[in-house]
């Protein structure tokens, strides 16, 4: 009996060896995947400043009288919202929190909204909550490019422009540092100023009139990309961590299992002395 209970635990030290493997090997890469797509958001934050400032400038220098549905939304219509969530698992409750968002300030407050969603990981969850989606956009990269942002910025644009929707949203994982991210909300469309105070005075050449919709599509993939790529560093930072704490929780139960195979093959060792003695003394 004691023997088959040592095989068994062979079995299992095996097993979560080679898991812990797995584990060990995902936290590396998701740190240094992590440690990329921090490079690369540092680099976009300034870049999203200069357009969030190049936007509220030509916005200071538009009359009134032009202001158009860039600016005033419908609160009748239906709300867009972009959920952003990962391609992949094994992060954590990175996808969790989000839909949980989406679930507690969205669903359970009575609202329809329209939805597309980022990442394959929300999809089922989504469709769970009862909702269909308007579109889906899977297998990003791990930096997001403008190539992937064009598409999602045109659809929401598309449907927004069209009249049927009268608010953009999008729900995300915003990255604060490898510790703390949080699910935030934000609204894309219509365009609000963030920045009322321009203190120089600028000349805007053509016509502001005449490029205001440009600048207001660019500021609205700017935005769109900068979350995408906080979301990206939240995503990795959930996965090392998840991973961590896989490996650590891993080498918790290899010490535990070899503690007990050596208080089982102990136990047999001293059994088989106990009977080689009382052998030898009954040979006497």
Same mark, same amino acid.
């Given at each position: ?39 690369? /958001? ?13 936007? %509220?400038?030509?916005?200071?220098? &538009?009359?009134?009288?032009? &202001? ?7 609160? %009748? ?7 952003? #969530?990962?391609? @992949? ?14 679930? %507690?300030?969205? @669903? ?20 769970? /909550? ?45 990255? /604060? ?6 699910? #935030? ?32 599509? &660019? ?8 979350? /995408? ?14 991973? %961590?704490?896989? #490996? ?31 052998? @030898?003394?009954?040979?006497?």
């Amino acid at each position: 009996m004691a023997g088959a209970g040592l095989v068994q635990i062979k079995r299992r030290i095996k097993s979560i060896s080679n898991t812990r493997k797995i584990t060990r090997a995902m936290g590396l890469v998701a740190t240094s995947k992590l440690r990329k797509v921090k490079e690369v /958001l540092k680099t976009n934050e300034e870049y999203y400043k200069s357009v969030i400032e190049t936007k %509220d400038l030509v916005l200071s220098k &538009l009359p009134e009288e032009t &202001l158009n549905i860039f600016f005033q939304g419908d609160e %009748d219509k239906d709300i867009l919202y972009i959920i952003v #969530t990962s391609d @992949a698992g094994l992060s954590g409750g990175f996808n969790v929190s989000v839909i949980n968002y989406f679930r %507690d300030n969205i @669903a359970l407050k009575g609202y329809s909204p329209q939805i597309i969603v980022v990442g394959e990981k929300g999809i089922g969850y989504i469709n769970k /909550l009862g909702y269909q989606t308007v579109a889906e956009y899977v297998d990003l990269p791990d930096i997001p490019t403008m190539k992937e942002v064009r598409t999602i910025s045109q659809h929401a644009m598309d449907l927004y422009k069209s009249g049927a929707v009268g608010e953009v949203k999008i729900v995300y994982t915003k990255f /604060l540092n490898s510790v703390k991210q949080i699910v #935030t909300e934000e609204t894309l469309l219509p365009i609000t100023m963030e920045n009322e105070e321009i203190e120089e005075d600028y000349i805007v050449e053509p016509k502001v009139e005449d490029i205001v919709e440009d600048v207001l599509n &660019l500021n609205l993939r700017a935005k769109i990309l900068n979350c /995408l790529i906080n979301s990206k560093a939240s995503e990795q930072s959930a996965r090392m961590s998840a991973m %961590d704490g896989a #490996t650590k929780n891993a080498d918790d139960l290899l010490s535990e299992l070899k503690t007990r195979f050596n208080r089982i093959r102990q136990s047999i060792i001293t059994q088989e002395i106990s009977e080689i003695v009382g052998g @030898a003394e009954a040979q006497k």
